[in-house]
Protein backbone atom coordinates (compact mmCIF):
# COMPACT_ATOMS: atom_id res chain seq x y z
CA UNK A 1 0.00 0.00 0.00
CA UNK A 2 3.09 2.75 0.95
CA UNK A 3 4.55 1.65 -2.43
CA UNK A 4 1.04 2.33 -4.53
CA UNK A 5 1.45 5.77 -2.17
CA UNK A 6 4.72 6.82 -3.38
CA UNK A 7 4.11 5.95 -6.58
CA UNK A 8 0.68 8.38 -7.01
CA UNK A 9 2.58 10.70 -5.41
CA UNK A 10 5.27 10.82 -7.75
CA UNK A 11 2.60 10.68 -10.45
CA UNK A 12 1.19 13.82 -9.60
CA UNK A 13 3.95 15.74 -8.38
CA UNK A 14 4.55 18.72 -10.59
CA UNK A 15 7.36 18.99 -13.22
CA UNK A 16 9.73 22.05 -13.07
CA UNK A 17 8.31 23.43 -15.72
CA UNK A 18 4.78 22.95 -14.20
CA UNK A 19 5.79 24.11 -10.93
CA UNK A 20 6.94 27.35 -12.61
CA UNK A 21 3.73 27.68 -14.48
CA UNK A 22 2.19 27.41 -10.99
CA UNK A 23 4.44 29.94 -9.28
CA UNK A 24 3.71 32.70 -12.60
CA UNK A 25 0.14 32.02 -12.10
CA UNK A 26 -0.30 32.38 -8.61
CA UNK A 27 1.71 36.02 -9.05
CA UNK A 28 -0.10 37.26 -11.67
CA UNK A 29 -3.21 36.28 -9.63
CA UNK A 30 -2.21 38.31 -6.45
CA UNK A 31 -1.20 41.21 -8.86
CA UNK A 32 -4.82 41.37 -10.51
CA UNK A 33 -6.91 40.10 -7.06
CA UNK A 34 -4.78 40.88 -3.79
CA UNK A 35 -4.09 37.91 -1.40
CA UNK A 36 -7.50 37.13 0.49
CA UNK A 37 -9.33 37.09 -3.32
CA UNK A 38 -6.19 34.22 -4.08
CA UNK A 39 -7.88 30.65 -4.29
CA UNK A 40 -6.09 27.37 -4.58
CA UNK A 41 -9.40 26.55 -6.81
CA UNK A 42 -8.92 29.28 -8.93
CA UNK A 43 -5.15 28.61 -9.36
CA UNK A 44 -5.99 24.73 -9.77
CA UNK A 45 -8.37 26.14 -12.60
CA UNK A 46 -6.28 28.89 -14.51
CA UNK A 47 -3.35 26.15 -14.39
CA UNK A 48 -5.64 23.02 -14.77
CA UNK A 49 -3.56 21.39 -12.14
CA UNK A 50 -5.70 19.40 -9.24
CA UNK A 51 -5.72 21.22 -6.00
CA UNK A 52 -4.90 17.96 -4.30
CA UNK A 53 -1.51 18.20 -5.71
CA UNK A 54 -1.11 21.90 -4.90
CA UNK A 55 -1.64 21.01 -1.31
CA UNK A 56 0.69 18.43 -1.36
CA UNK A 57 3.29 20.04 -2.86
CA UNK A 58 2.70 23.08 -0.70
CA UNK A 59 0.68 22.35 2.22
CA UNK A 60 -0.78 25.96 2.53
CA UNK A 61 -1.95 29.10 0.15
CA UNK A 62 0.93 30.83 2.31
CA UNK A 63 3.45 28.60 1.63
CA UNK A 64 2.16 28.38 -2.24
CA UNK A 65 2.46 32.50 -2.32
CA UNK A 66 5.64 32.79 -0.80
CA UNK A 67 7.28 29.96 -2.64
CA UNK A 68 5.78 31.55 -5.49
CA UNK A 69 7.43 35.04 -4.97
CA UNK A 70 11.06 33.68 -4.32
CA UNK A 71 10.50 31.34 -7.28
CA UNK A 72 9.45 34.48 -9.87
CA UNK A 73 11.29 37.60 -7.77
CA UNK A 74 15.10 38.10 -9.19
CA UNK A 75 17.09 37.56 -5.68
CA UNK A 76 19.68 39.89 -4.77
CA UNK A 77 22.82 39.16 -4.88
CA UNK A 78 25.85 39.58 -2.93
CA UNK A 79 27.93 42.67 -3.37
CA UNK A 80 31.72 43.30 -2.51
CA UNK A 81 32.87 46.84 -4.23
CA UNK A 82 35.25 47.35 -0.69
CA UNK A 83 32.99 50.35 -0.08
CA UNK A 84 29.89 49.70 2.27
CA UNK A 85 28.48 53.06 0.44
CA UNK A 86 28.86 51.26 -2.66
CA UNK A 87 27.73 48.15 -1.43
CA UNK A 88 24.42 49.49 -0.19
CA UNK A 89 23.82 51.75 -3.66
CA UNK A 90 24.49 48.60 -5.39
CA UNK A 91 21.29 46.85 -3.58
CA UNK A 92 19.55 49.50 -4.09
CA UNK A 93 19.20 49.31 -7.56
CA UNK A 94 19.15 45.73 -7.42
CA UNK A 95 15.74 46.55 -5.75
CA UNK A 96 15.02 49.30 -7.92
CA UNK A 97 15.50 46.85 -11.43
CA UNK A 98 12.17 45.20 -9.92
CA UNK A 99 10.57 47.72 -8.05
CA UNK A 100 7.41 48.43 -9.78
CA UNK A 101 6.39 44.46 -10.22
CA UNK A 102 7.26 44.41 -6.04
CA UNK A 103 5.06 47.32 -5.71
CA UNK A 104 2.24 45.45 -7.12
CA UNK A 105 2.82 42.22 -5.16
CA UNK A 106 3.18 43.87 -1.95
CA UNK A 107 -0.12 46.25 -2.23
CA UNK A 108 -1.80 42.52 -2.78
CA UNK A 109 0.02 41.31 0.58
CA UNK A 110 0.19 44.11 2.84
CA UNK A 111 -2.92 43.89 4.30
CA UNK A 112 -3.01 39.76 4.51
CA UNK A 113 0.58 40.04 6.04
CA UNK A 114 -0.62 42.19 8.70
CA UNK A 115 -3.34 39.52 9.76
CA UNK A 116 -1.78 36.41 9.18
CA UNK A 117 0.96 34.88 10.60
CA UNK A 118 1.57 31.68 8.89
CA UNK A 119 1.62 34.28 5.27
CA UNK A 120 4.28 36.40 7.52
CA UNK A 121 6.46 33.21 8.67
CA UNK A 122 6.43 32.17 5.24
CA UNK A 123 7.56 35.09 3.53
CA UNK A 124 10.07 36.37 5.64
CA UNK A 125 11.48 32.80 5.69
CA UNK A 126 11.96 32.27 1.81
CA UNK A 127 11.89 35.94 0.54
CA UNK A 128 12.97 38.58 3.55
CA UNK A 129 15.44 36.27 5.25
CA UNK A 130 17.68 35.89 2.00
CA UNK A 131 17.84 39.14 1.66
CA UNK A 132 18.88 40.46 5.39
CA UNK A 133 21.51 38.08 5.02
CA UNK A 134 22.82 39.31 2.09
CA UNK A 135 22.80 42.65 3.57
CA UNK A 136 24.38 41.28 7.31
CA UNK A 137 27.44 39.78 4.88
CA UNK A 138 28.14 43.33 3.60
CA UNK A 139 27.67 44.93 7.15
CA UNK A 140 30.35 42.16 8.49
CA UNK A 141 32.69 42.77 5.64
CA UNK A 142 32.43 46.78 6.07
CA UNK A 143 33.45 45.97 10.08
CA UNK A 144 36.22 43.95 9.34
CA UNK A 145 37.30 46.46 6.95
CA UNK A 146 36.63 49.35 9.47
CA UNK A 147 34.20 51.10 7.32
CA UNK A 148 31.48 50.63 9.37
CA UNK A 149 31.65 51.00 13.51
CA UNK A 150 31.12 47.81 15.38
CA UNK A 151 28.66 49.55 18.01
CA UNK A 152 27.10 52.10 15.73
CA UNK A 153 23.37 52.29 17.19
CA UNK A 154 22.35 52.58 13.29
CA UNK A 155 22.89 49.33 12.43
CA UNK A 156 19.84 47.11 13.80
CA UNK A 157 17.31 49.90 11.56
CA UNK A 158 19.29 49.73 8.53
CA UNK A 159 17.03 47.27 6.60
CA UNK A 160 13.82 49.40 7.99
CA UNK A 161 15.88 52.97 6.71
CA UNK A 162 16.61 51.28 3.31
CA UNK A 163 13.18 50.07 2.87
CA UNK A 164 11.73 52.81 4.18
CA UNK A 165 13.18 55.14 1.69
CA UNK A 166 11.66 52.83 -0.93
CA UNK A 167 8.30 52.46 -0.20
CA UNK A 168 7.05 55.10 1.34
CA UNK A 169 7.91 58.15 -1.18
CA UNK A 170 4.81 57.38 -3.17
CA UNK A 171 2.43 57.49 -0.19
CA UNK A 172 3.77 60.75 1.19
CA UNK A 173 4.44 62.41 -2.14
CA UNK A 174 2.88 60.20 -4.59
CA UNK A 175 5.45 59.92 -7.08
CA UNK A 176 7.58 56.92 -7.79
CA UNK A 177 11.38 56.19 -6.69
CA UNK A 178 14.36 56.28 -8.69
CA UNK A 179 17.95 56.06 -8.65
CA UNK A 180 18.16 59.91 -8.29
CA UNK A 181 16.29 59.95 -5.28
CA UNK A 182 17.35 56.97 -3.62
CA UNK A 183 21.13 58.14 -4.20
CA UNK A 184 19.95 61.82 -2.27
CA UNK A 185 18.40 59.33 0.22
CA UNK A 186 21.52 57.47 0.97
CA UNK A 187 23.59 60.48 1.47
CA UNK A 188 21.11 62.59 3.48
CA UNK A 189 19.85 59.48 5.93
CA UNK A 190 21.51 56.37 5.42
CA UNK A 191 25.05 57.16 5.17
CA UNK A 192 25.13 59.89 8.10
CA UNK A 193 23.60 57.30 9.99
CA UNK A 194 26.23 54.84 9.02
CA UNK A 195 28.95 57.23 9.99
CA UNK A 196 30.04 56.74 6.38
CA UNK A 197 30.64 59.32 3.52
Given at each position: ???????????????????????????????????????????????????????????????????????????????????????????????????DEDTAL????????????????????????????????????????????????????????????????????????????????????????????
Amino acid sequence: MSGQTTAQSRRTRLTPERERAVFATVVELVREQGYEALTMDAVAARTRASKATLYRQWESKPKLVATALRQMAEPLTDVDTGSLADDLRQLVAQILDHADEDTALLNGLAHAVSKDPELWQALYELHIRPGLEILHTVLTRARERGDLAPDNPATPFLPHLVLGGLSLRKLIENRDVDAEYMEDYLRAVVFPALGIA
